[in-house]
């Protein structure tokens, strides 16, 4: 199975400023036809999954932009360029090249 | 709105079987590839089962491989989840979400115990 770790798995950071998650895969999540499966997803306190960003760096509708996904191959990162209180909760990598698709651990954003 | 909700969950003793239920709606179900996908704390979130529009191909994650099926009614727009030969180690919320993540269900517990 593709292996996906996440680095740092705890990010405290403050009101404002801006916070990055990197996230490594094992092999290769490019496809053939040019498409690349790999997706965010944050997890608010008590609530399911919600995906953020697909396919490297499209925002979801109704994401705001300050989220961002970038990458290639097998390193991607997200960046919140300026972290509000509502973004406090775990973020995960998940590929979707590779079955059985697989997510990082997770990341867990906290506000200092 | 694009709505997944998932039913079923539930106490099983080890080796009992349980039958989730996923109703969809907002979109167009049948042109999607449906999966459920489980989340524990322990072992974090995993993909277990995975099938096209159609429900002509399907995938699964090695342990579950014989114990659970996964199978759809377009005509509902609805998914399911078969799980026999139930383990402790398949205690999970267990949600169903699109094949690529969106959108999701709020999840149904599924707790396997003696």
């Known amino acids: 199975d593709v292996v996906m770790t996440q680095s740092p798995l705890s990010l405290p950071v403050t009101l404002g400023q801006p916070a990055s998650i990197s996230c490594r895969s094992s092999?290769?999540?490019?496809?053939?036809?040019?498409?690349?499966?790999f997706n965010w997803f944050q997890q608010r306190p008590g609530q399911s999954p919600r995906r953020l960003i697909y396919?490297?760096?499209n925002r979801e509708s109704g994401v705001p932009d300050r989220f961002s996904g970038s990458g290639s191959g097998t390193d991607f990162t997200l960046k919140i360029s300026r972290v509000e209180a509502e973004d406090v909760g775990v973020y995960y990598c998940?590929?979707?090249?590779?079955?059985?698709?697989?997510f990082g651990q997770g990341t867990k954003v906290e506000i200092k | 709105e694009e709505q997944l909700v998932e039913s079923g969950g539930g106490l099983v003793q080890p080796g009992g079987s349980l039958r989730l239920s996923c109703a969809a709606s907002?979109?167009?179900?049948?042109?999607?590839?449906m999966s459920w996908v489980r989340q524990d704390p322990g072992r974090g979130l995993e993909w277990v089962a995975n099938?096209?529009?159609?429900?002509?191909?399907?995938s699964y994650m090695d342990s579950v491989k014989g114990r659970f099926t996964i199978s759809r009614d377009n005509a509902k727009n609805s998914m399911y989840l078969q799980m026999d030969s139930l383990r402790v180690e398949d205690t999970a919320v267990y949600y169903c979400?699109?094949?690529?993540?969106?959108?999701w269900g709020q999840g149904t517990l599924v707790t396997v115990s003696s």
């Open positions: 998940m590929q979707g090249t590779h079955w059985p698709w697989t």
């Open positions: 099938m096209n529009p159609d429900g002509s191909q399907k």
């Open positions: 979400a699109e094949s690529q993540g969106s959108p």
């Open positions: 092999q290769s999540l490019a496809y053939s036809g040019g498409n690349l499966y």
């Open positions: 396919k490297v760096s």
């Open positions: 907002g979109f167009p179900f049948s042109m999607y590839w």
